[in-house]
């Protein structure tokens, strides 16, 4: 059915094509002069050729096309898959924001040659938009922290006291918690009573998974980094990066429990076998 579909409307811009080659020809200005271009039996017999012979070619190209369709879908499927919600809205973002500022300064082209300018004014926003949406996904975390410095410092110093203050039982994170993402409603409530501790291995672990290879552990990495950038941004509770290391203990879960039995805090994990330990 999308096959066929895709044939009829190829084949439908062919002979639309067709038509606007016989209309170029005849503005030719040395076609008046010769005899056999005079009449309605040339225009007639010359627009039917056109349209015909261009509709011919564009349905025998339209499988190759269809093709080509399906396989540039699958090419935006596969890194669209491997992105998160928030690199889609960037790039979004940054593709219409190139394409008003390219619009507005190919327009001069576009009026000088209205056939050649208007190819080279589309061709010319179609690479603004791949730019824009380039660079809005490479400078996110950049923008991210821009917006987020001017939020800070609408805060007052009394905000900011209040967030370095915390009183209660130290919490360490481990990655299963904050991948989870729970975490960050629960102390959007106020629940959570003491500073959290992000031990700068657990962080590590965030960004393997986030640069992993396959899609679905890649989505986790990201947004368990997401979780965190929203909770150290968004929320009035300190966040703590321990830079300690235990290099005698290999497994991130027993140093996980070493961490918190020397600070005399708690392990925050949704791991079934740390838990029980």
């Known amino acids: 059915m999308i096959r066929n579909l895709v044939r009829g409307i190829v084949t439908l811009v ?9 209309t170029g020809i005849l ?74 500022i390219t619009f507005f300064l190919t327009m001069p082209i576009a009026n000088a040659w209205p056939g050649f300018g208007g190819l080279v004014t589309v061709l010319l926003n179609i690479a603004a938009a791949m730019l824009g949406a380039n660079i809005a996904l490479k400078k996110k975390e950049e923008i991210l922290n821009f917006f987020s410095g001017l939020r800070v410092k609408g805060h007052t110093p009394k905000e900011k006291t209040e967030k370095q203050v915390m009183v209660g039982t130290p919490k360490v994170l481990d990655t299963s918690v904050i991948i989870d993402g729970r975490i960050y409603d629960i102390c959007k409530t106020g629940f959570v009573e003491g500073k959290l501790i992000i031990p700068f291995y657990v962080l590590e672990e965030l960004r393997h998974i986030a640069d992993s290879s396959d899609s679905l552990k890649r989505n986790r990495g990201r947004r368990g980094l997401d979780i965190l950038n929203k909770i150290q941004n968004e929320l009035d509770i300190e966040v703590e990066i321990w830079e300690k290391d235990y290099k005698d203990i290999q497994e991130v879960d027993s140093k996980l429990l070493k961490l918190a039995t020397e600070i005399k805090g708690q392990v925050v994990t949704n791991d079934y076998n ?3 330990v």
């Open 274 to 276: 740390l838990n029980k």
């Open 27 to 100: 503005l030719i200005p040395y076609l008046d002069d010769l005899s056999f271009t005079k009449g309605l039996p040339f225009t007639i017999g010359l627009f039917a050729v056109t349209i015909l012979l261009f509709a011919l070619i564009f349905f025998l190209l339209s499988s190759s096309i269809y093709k080509l369709l399906i396989k540039t879908n699958k090419i935006i499927e596969k890194n669209l898959s491997g992105m998160s919600v928030t690199e889609i809205l960037f790039g979004a973002v940054g593709a219409i924001i190139f394409l008003v």
């Open 14 to 22: 062919g002979a639309v094509l067709g038509y606007a080659t016989a």
